[in-house]
C-alpha cells in the first residue's frame, strides 16, 4: 500500500516514528493526513474558493515565491492590485505553516531543505487543454525544465480545500520498476558530463545566460529527470498498461510525498494549495534512496 494515513491524534511523532515517516516517504510513499495539521484563518479559505474564474492571470494555477515574497506570472496591472495583495498575503501564510509543521514532523531532516515555490491551484483538473508534456493527468515523476535541482529531492505538500470534492490521484510503479521500464532501452542512462559541459553549465548559471536557455543549467542528473518525464508522458503503451492504484484526497485533508520518484497524476479535483521543499539527498534515514544517489550507482559516475 503506497498510502499510510496519520491521524492528527498520533500527533506529535516519537523520535523512532518520525524516522519511520521519513522512510516510508523515501522508498516512495504518500503520508496522508485525513485532517489537515495545517491550519488556517476561516476567511483565508473563504477568499480563496468565493473567487470567480475569468480570463485573469490571478484565476489561473498561481506560484508564490517564498524567497522573494512574490506571486509569479502575474501582469503588471494584476500584480498591484488588491487581489493580488491578499492572495500574496494569504500563500505567504500558508507557506510559512506548512513550513512550521514540517520542521517539528520530519525532525530527522533537521530542517536541511530549501523552501520552494509555494501554489494556489483553483482551476479543475478534469479536462484541461494542456500541452502533451504539461499535462497532470498522465504518470510522471517531477522535474522542473527551468530550475534544476542539482540532486535534491522534490518534497510536496498539499493540501485539499475544496469543501466537497475530493481530489483524485492515480499512483504507479515504484522509482526502480520505472528505471527498469524505461531504461537503458527507451532511455540512456546518464553519464558524468565532460570538463567542456561543465564549464558551459557554470558560465551559464554564472552569467544569467541558464535563464535564456534553461536546459543549459541541468547537470546530467537534471538532464536525465527531465527526458524520464517527458519519455513517460509520451509513452502511451506505458500510460494505459502499468500498474495503477487510485487515491482519493478527501475535502479537507492534506498528503506529502517525493514526486520526483513516486509516479503521480491527477485526474480530477479543484482547489488545492501546494507548498515545495527542495531536500538535500545526505540527509536520507535510508541512505541510497535519493534518485541521484540510485543514477550514480546505476552509473558509476558522478552526476552533479
Ligand atoms: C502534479 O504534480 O502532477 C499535480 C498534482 C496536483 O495538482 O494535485
Ligand atoms: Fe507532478
Not at 516517504?25 to 488556517?40: D, M
Not at 537534471?222 to 518525464?229: A, I, R, V
Not at 546505476?298 to 552526476?303: H, I
Request: charged share 25%.
Amino acid at each position: 500500500m503506497t498510502v499510510h494515513s496519520i491521524a492528527l491524534g498520533s500527533l506529535p511523532s516519537s523520535p523512532e516514528q518520525a524516522r519511520m515517516w521519513c522512510a516510508r516517504l523515501e522508498e516512495g510513499g504518500i503520508l496522508y493526513f485525513p485532517e489537515t495539521p495545517v491550519s488556517f484563518p476561516a476567511e483565508d479559505l473563504e477568499f480563496l474558493l468565493s473567487r470567480r474564474q475569468t480570463g485573469s492571470k490571478l484565476h489561473k494555477n498561481i506560484a508564490y515565491k517564498p524567497g522573494r515574497d512574490r506571486l509569479s506570472g502575474l501582469g503588471r496591472d494584476e500584480s498591484g492590485s488588491e487581489e493580488a495583495g491578499r492572495l500574496q498575503a494569504i500563500l505567504r501564510r500558508y507557506s510559512s505553516a506548512v513550513s512550521a509543521f514540517l520542521a517539528g514532523f520530519l525532525t530527522p531532516y533537521g530542517g536541511r531543505w530549501r523552501l520552494d515555490f509555494a501554489s494556489y491551484r483553483p482551476i479543475e483538473e478534469k479536462g484541461r487543454d494542456l500541452p502533451l508534456r504539461r499535462r497532470n493527468d498522465l504518470l510522471h515523476t517531477d522535474a522542473f525544465p527551468t530550475r534544476p535541482t542539482r540532486g535534491a529531492r522534490i518534497l510536496r505538500f498539499f493540501n485539499n480545500i475544496n469543501p466537497s470534492q475530493t481530489r483524485n490521484w492515480v499512483v504507479s510503479e515504484p522509482f526502480a520498476r520505472l528505471l527498469g521500464a524505461f531504461t537503458p532501452g527507451k532511455l540512456a542512462l546518464p553519464r558524468a558530463a565532460d570538463p567542456l559541459s561543465r564549464a558551459a553549465r557554470h558560465i551559464a548559471c554564472a552569467t544569467g545566460l541558464g535563464a535564456l536557455v534553461p536546459r543549459w543549467k541541468r547537470t546530467p542528473y537534471d538532464e536525465f529527470m527531465m527526458q524520464l518525464h517527458n519519455v513517460m508522458k509520451e509513452d502511451a503503451d506505458f500510460q494505459t498498461t502499468c500498474a495503477k492504484e487510485f487515491v482519493e484526497f478527501a475535502p479537507g485533508s492534506s498528503w506529502m510525498v517525493y514526486t520526483e520518484t513516486a509516479s503521480h497524476a491527477v485526474l480530477s479535483g479543484q482547489y488545492a494549495l501546494e507548498q515545495t521543499f527542495l531536500v538535500d539527498p545526505s540527509v536520507m534515514v535510508i541512505p541510497g534512496s535519493a534518485p541521484v544517489a540510485v543514477l550514480e550507482k546505476m552509473a558509476g559516475e558522478k552526476l552533479t
